[in-house]
Every structure is written in structure tokens, then in C-alpha cells.
């Protein structure tokens, strides 16, 4: 009989290894908390006591969201509109979250955007988007919130991804987005660390069930082909992000800062390829079933 590998079992909630109140009195500020990853970070920072202003450009999904991380939380979520590639509507954003909450501790930066596309095919505009999102996106975030972080002696994370590790087909405009938010953020730590503000990244593996994954997997009949390994033996879970978050932002992790944390399941070691290669870039043509159209 082959040997069977381990399956890693799914994540418990933070609440049942850190305390209920480690965040009690303190504010988050999260970027792409209406959705995936950046609400169930939210949401496990709001269990531990805080309340928190969630950020996106869809009013309706985002007034959802917080109703929805509100009632399964006990404390207060504030939904505001914004877009990330502007600094106006960020400062606002920012403000309405003072005139509630008087503070902010925390600031996820998790807004972005993806899509499948060789360079071959991607137009210089698809390439700048994803950057204005994920890069200058995270810039005007630290920006509009660093004088309220500076305050509060905060903390920042940053989600980015492992796919730049190495040369990932299909995905420049994420790399080269997201090799910028790891560099940001490690300037963010050494420039705010003598202020007494810390700056870590986060950098998801394959987490089933969310948008982003939905979109970097192949589709179609072949689609069990080119599933990725996973040391841990399953895709990530939301709660594995969400369970890093709380301990970088809690006690904890006071002396962490400038640091990449992959929560990937060991999957950077092994990389595998969402599309056939080499033929995804030999006739880009021939694998756009197995693509996500772009929205
Ligand atoms: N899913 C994965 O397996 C995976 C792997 C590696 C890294 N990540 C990273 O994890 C984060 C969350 O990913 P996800 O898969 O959970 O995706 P998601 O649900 O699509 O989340 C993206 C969020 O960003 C917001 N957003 C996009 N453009 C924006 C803009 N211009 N201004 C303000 N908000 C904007 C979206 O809200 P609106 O549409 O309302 O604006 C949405 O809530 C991203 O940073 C992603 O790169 C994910």
C-alpha cells in the first residue's frame, strides 16, 4: 500500500489560542476587508476586542461585510468607500474613521486586483492597474494613516503574495506589484521603527475559496492537472491569514518588524504552475478556456 501523506487539518480559530481582549480599545484600518482574505483578517482582529473601518470602492458589498463582521464580532465595523489609487478619497476614508473611532492601531493593506495574462498579451494599461492598485494603492494608504499610526505606536501588514519568489508565467503585472509592497514595507519598518511603528508582509500561498484563487486556476476538464502541491498537504484556509494577522499585530510579535511571513503551507519551496508550461507561452491561445475572463 503507498505511503500516505500527512493532510494538515484545518486551522482552529485565534480565539481559542489568544486571549478575547488583546486588542480591546484599539482600531483597524483594513484596505479590501469588504471580501476574502483582508475580512477574515478583519474579522479575527475584531474577536480579539477591536473595531475596525473596512475600505473598497463597492458601497453595497462593503456595508454587507460589516454588517455581516459587526454581529459575528460584538463590536463596531465602519464601511467606507474608497479607491486606493486615490489619495483624496483615502484621506477621507481615513478621517471618517478618526471622527468615529478617535484612533487607529492597526492598518492592513490588502487591496488588489489580479488576472490571468502573458506579457505578450497584457496591455500596458492592464500592467499600470494592477500596480496603481497593489503598489501606489499601498502607498497611499501608509501615507493617509502614518501620523495616526505614528499616534498610536501601530502596526502595519501588508498582503502580498509568494508568486514573485520566482517567474511566475501569466503573472508580471502581481509580481512586479507585489516585489514593490515587500520593499515598501521593509523602508516602512527602518524609516517608522525609531517612531515606534512596525511594518510586516504577509504573503499568502493558495487560499481556497477566494476570489483571487478563483481566478489563478485553471479551468476546464484539465483543471485537476495543474492543482498546486502543497507540502502541508491542502490549500490554505482564510483563518491561516487571519491567525498570522493576530499575532503580528499582538504583543507577541513586538519584535518583528521589516519581515516577510509566508502563509503558504511551504508551497513557495515547491512551485508549481497553475497553466501547462511550456505551452501556456508558446500559444497563449491554446490555454484561454483555462482562464478566468478579466472582469
Ligand atoms: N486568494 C489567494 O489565494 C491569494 C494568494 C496570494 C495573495 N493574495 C492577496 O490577498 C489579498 C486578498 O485577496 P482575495 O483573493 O481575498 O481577493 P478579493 O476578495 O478580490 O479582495 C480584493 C479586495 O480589494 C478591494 N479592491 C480592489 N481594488 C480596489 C481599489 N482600487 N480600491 C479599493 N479597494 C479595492 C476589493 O473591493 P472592491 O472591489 O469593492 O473595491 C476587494 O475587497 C490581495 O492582496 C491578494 O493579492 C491572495
Not at 482574505?37 to 474579522?43: D, F, L, N, P
Not at 476538464?221 to 494577522?245: E, I, M, S
Request: aromatic fraction near 6%; proline fraction near 6%.
Amino acid at each position: 500500500m503507498p505511503a500516505q501523506a500527512h493532510v494538515e487539518p484545518p486551522p482552529v480559530d485565534s480565539t481559542s489560542v489568544f486571549k478575547d481582549d488583546i486588542f480591546k480599545g484599539k482600531v483597524l484600518f483594513c484596505t479590501g476587508g469588504g471580501s476574502g482574505i483582508c475580512k477574515a483578517m478583519t474579522e479575527a482582529v475584531m474577536r480579539h476586542g477591536a473595531h475596525a473601518a473596512i475600505v473598497g470602492r463597492k458601497l453595497d458589498r462593503l456595508q454587507a461585510s460589516a454588517n455581516d463582521l459587526a454581529s459575528a464580532t460584538g463590536n463596531q465595523c465602519l464601511a467606507v468607500q474608497a479607491d486606493v489609487r486615490n489619495p483624496k478619497q483615502l484621506q477621507e476614508a481615513v478621517a471618517k474613521t478618526i471622527e468615529k473611532f478617535g484612533r487607529i492601531d492597526f492598518v492592513i493593506c490588502g487591496a488588489a486586483g489580479n488576472f490571468l495574462a502573458p506579457i505578450s498579451k497584457l496591455s500596458e494599461n492592464g500592467f499600470r492597474t494592477v500596480i496603481e492598485i497593489d503598489t501606489i494603492g499601498t502607498y497611499n494608504t501608509i501615507k493617509a494613516t502614518l501620523p495616526h499610526l505614528r499616534a498610536s505606536k501601530g502596526s502595519y501588514i501588508h498582503v502580498s503574495a509568494t508568486l514573485h519568489y520566482k517567474g511566475t508565467p501569466y503573472q508580471v503585472h502581481v509580481s512586479a506589484a507585489k516585489a514593490a509592497v515587500d520593499a515598501t514595507s521593509a523602508v516602512l519598518a527602518v524609516e517608522e521603527g525609531p517612531h515606534g511603528v512596525r511594518s510586516n508582509v504577509i504573503a499568502p500561498g493558495p487560499i481556497a475559496g477566494t476570489e483571487g484563487m478563483d481566478r489563478l486556476s485553471a479551468k476546464g476538464p484539465d483543471a485537476k492537472n495543474f492543482a498546486w502541491a502543497t507540502p502541508l498537504g491542502r490549500y490554505g484556509d482564510v483563518k491561516d491569514v487571519a491567525n498570522a494577522t493576530v499575532f503580528l499585530f499582538s504583543d507577541a510579535a513586538r519584535y518583528i518588524t521589516g519581515q516577510v511571513i509566508p502563509v503558504d503551507g511551504g508551497c513557495e519551496h515547491l512551485r508549481t504552475e497553475p497553466l501547462p508550461y511550456p505551452q501556456s507561452v508558446l500559444d497563449p491561445d491554446a490555454v484561454a478556456a483555462m482562464i478566468k475572463p478579466r472582469l
